[in-house]
C-alpha cells in the first residue's frame, strides 16, 4: 500500500488566466505587464507595480472591478480540476494575492488556495503593504503536506514553480515557456489538460477510467 | 498584520451525514451503527466493521450504492462552506475513508479532504484493510497548516476533533454531544451555521459582511 496521495497546481497560467497581465491590458499601464521573467527580483517587482498603482489612483476595489469582468477560468480548467478532485484532494499553491481571487473564485468551483495577501489603506483603498506568507512558500507547502502523509504531484508553468516541483514525489512543468522547460529537461513538461491529467495517473498509479 | 487564516473542518457531522448510521440503516445490521462514543477502541471497532461487512458479503461498491443513494450533505452545508470558501481557504479533515466520500464529493462542490483510505480485494470487491495516515492525523495537520503561516480556526463535533481544536489558534465544538461539550468547558460549543459563522468572524477578525 503506498500513501494516499494529493494534487498541488500552481494557478495562474495553470487555471487561471494572467491577473496582472489584465491589469495591465485594462489599464493600459505597459509596465504592469512586467513579471519575474523581466524583472527578477520580487520585491523590487512588486514596489514598482504598488507604486504604480499609487501614482494612478488605482484602488484595490478597482482591481477587483477589473479582475471580476476581465479574469476568467481558462478553457478546460474547471472540468480539468473536478476531474483531480472527484479522485483526490487538490491544493492550488499560488503566489496570488487572496484578494485578488475573491471576485473570481467562484468561478473555479472554490479550491482551496493557499496564496499571499494585501494590506489596503482603509481612508484611500489605496494597496499600501503585500506579505508574502512564508519566502518559498511553494514548495514549504509541498514538504508540509509531504509531511503529514502524502505522496505529492505538483505542477506549474513558471520559475516559481520549481522548487514545489522539485520537493513533490512526482510533478511537471504546464505550459511553460520553452527556456524554462528546455533548462530543465529532468522535469516532465506538457501543454494540455488530457496530457497532464495522464501524468498524474501513472505518477500517482490512478486506476485509468475516463 | 496578522498571519492569513485558514479554516479546518470535520466532515461528518458538520457537513455531511453520519456514513456508517446510513449504512446501518440500509443494511439493518444494527451493530454497524456502533461508533467510537461506544467502542472506544478505534482498531477493535473498525476491525468489528470489517468482519460483518465480510460475513454478509458486502463489497466497496455495495458500500458506494448505499452511500450514493442516502447520504447527503446536512441542510445548510453547502451554503456555509462556500460562505467561507467566499473568504479563507478550507480544508476537511476527517477521518472518513475517501473511497466512502467518493460517491458524495461532488454534492458537496469538492472540497479538499483530507482522509483515510482503504485496500480492496481486486477479485472479491470485499474490504481486506483500513489505512489511517497519520495517528493523531487532525491534530498534526493543523500543526503542519500553522507551521507554513496559517491562523487556523478549527471545528467538528467529536472526540476525534478535540486535538485539532486545541491545536488551532481558534476552534468550537459544532452539535457535539452533550457530554462532550460539558466536560470541555474551555471550547466554545455551537449548534447553528449562523452561529459557526459568527465564531469564525470574530475569531479571525474578519470583515463583517452578510
Same mark, same amino acid.
Given at each position: 500500500m503506498t500513501t494516499p496521495s494529493l494534487v498541488a497546481l500552481d494557478m495562474e497560467g495553470v487555471l487561471l488566466e494572467e491577473v496582472w497581465l489584465a491589469i495591465a491590458s485594462h489599464t493600459g %499601464?505597459?509596465?504592469? *505587464?512586467?513579471t519575474t521573467r523581466d524583472v527578477s527580483d520580487y520585491d523590487e517587482l512588486m514596489r514598482m507595480r504598488l507604486d504604480i498603482l499609487n501614482r494612478h489612483g488605482i484602488t484595490l476595489a478597482d482591481l477587483q472591478s477589473v479582475i471580476a469582468e476581465s479574469v476568467k477560468p481558462l478553457p478546460g480548467a474547471v472540468d480539468f480540476l473536478n476531474w483531480i478532485r472527484r479522485r483526490l484532494p487538490v491544493v492550488i499553491l499560488s503566489d496570488i494575492f487572496m484578494e485578488f481571487v475573491q471576485p473570481v473564485v467562484h468561478l473555479m468551483e472554490y479550491p482551496t488556495i493557499l496564496g499571499n495577501s494585501l494590506t489596503v489603506d482603509?481612508?484611500?483603498?489605496? %494597496?499600501?503593504k503585500y506579505h508574502i506568507?512564508? *519566502?518559498d512558500g511553494k514548495r514549504k507547502a509541498v514538504q508540509a503536506l509531504r509531511d503529514i502523509g502524502y505522496t505529492v504531484f505538483a505542477a506549474g508553468d513558471s520559475y516559481n514553480d520549481l522548487t514545489m516541483i522539485k520537493e513533490a514525489d512526482a510533478g511537471a512543468l504546464f505550459r511553460a515557456p520553452e527556456h524554462i522547460s528546455s533548462a530543465h529537461p529532468d522535469i516532465k513538461a506538457c501543454s494540455e489538460y488530457g496530457e497532464l491529467k495522464d501524468l498524474i495517473q501513472s505518477s500517482l498509479r490512478l486506476p485509468v477510467t475516463a
Open positions: %499601464i505597459e509596465k504592469l *505587464r512586467l482603509p481612508d484611500s483603498g489605496m %494597496i499600501t506568507r512564508q *519566502r
